[in-house]
């Protein structure tokens, strides 16, 4: 079995940063995302790191976003910064156990992870 638990969320406005951290337990995961929902909105795949630590980006995030991870801590980091109004969400991360031979834009979409977190609320004001 995996545990995963979010930290790091909290009110900001706009412009300002938040870095939130994925603590895993468990077995090894090989990839590990982040993904964020709004009220009424569906899920959205936000970025994503395997375990040799190359990183994808939603279209929406490219730029402002860093994913990273903290191997020997089992732990994965996303750095937000320039923070939009648009970016209030519950933020999820989510891992995956098994190898994936997929599209790599397909790593951004809910379905591929088997491993969820009860997530953290990201504000941001305007």
């Known amino acids: 079995q995996v545990q995963l638990v979010e930290s790091g969320g909290g009110s900001v406005q706009s412009g300002g940063s938040l870095r939130l951290s994925c603590a895993a337990s468990g077995y090894t995961l090989r990839y590990v995302a982040w993904f964020r929902q709004a009220p009424g909105k569906e899920r959205e795949g936000v970025a994503v790191i395997d375990r040799g630590g190359i990183p994808s980006y939603a279209d929406s995030v490219k730029g402002r976003f860093t994913i990273s991870q903290d191997n020997a801590k089992n732990t994965v980091f996303l750095q937000m910064n320039s923070l939009k109004p648009e970016d209030t969400a519950m933020y999820f991360c989510?891992?995956?156990?098994?190898?994936?031979?997929?599209?790599?834009?397909?790593?951004?979409?809910?379905?591929?992870?088997?491993?969820w977190g009860q997530g953290t609320q990201v504000t941001v004001s305007s």
């Open positions: 989510a891992g995956r156990v098994g190898a994936y031979y997929g599209a790599r834009v397909a790593l951004l979409s809910p379905n591929v992870y088997s491993y």
